[in-house]
């Protein structure tokens, strides 16, 4: 049985890789910048063999700018952002060095 054919048009790998994995993007939020289904963009990630993330929940950390973490950390201190984010100091730490920060902007 054939599939219908597609009204989007289909999301470029360099998209794909730029905004799912480099930027982190949802599928939903990649479908919604490039203009198409989430759907497509599911079929296209599986066709082009880029493999999804886990559904496991991801950080909220990632809705603020590294200049905003950075200068947020030096005004108050890890424990003292973290708990104003809402979010569990060692989370931050964590946050931060998955991000590639370097070791010395901050003395933890």
């Known amino acids: ?3 219908r054919p597609s009204i989007s048009k289909k999301p470029t ?14 599928i939903r939020e990649v479908a919604e910048i490039l203009g198409c289904s989430k759907d497509m963009v599911y079929r296209t990630l599986k066709e082009y063999r880029i493999t999804r993330r886990s559904n496991a ?13 950075e200068k947020g950390i030096q ?7 973290a708990a104003e984010l809402g979010v569990h100091e060692n989370t ?3 946050y931060l060095n998955t991000m590639n920060t370097p070791k010395s902007a901050f003395p933890y």
């Open 1 to 3: 049985m054939k599939s």
């Open 13 to 26: 790998k360099t998209d794909l890789r730029r905004l799912y994995i480099s930027e982190s993007k949802s």
């Open 57 to 69: 929940c991801r950080s909220k950390l990632r809705k603020y700018k590294l200049i905003t973490l």
């Open 75 to 81: 005004e108050k201190g890890f424990r003292g952002f």
């Open 92 to 94: 931050l730490r964590h």
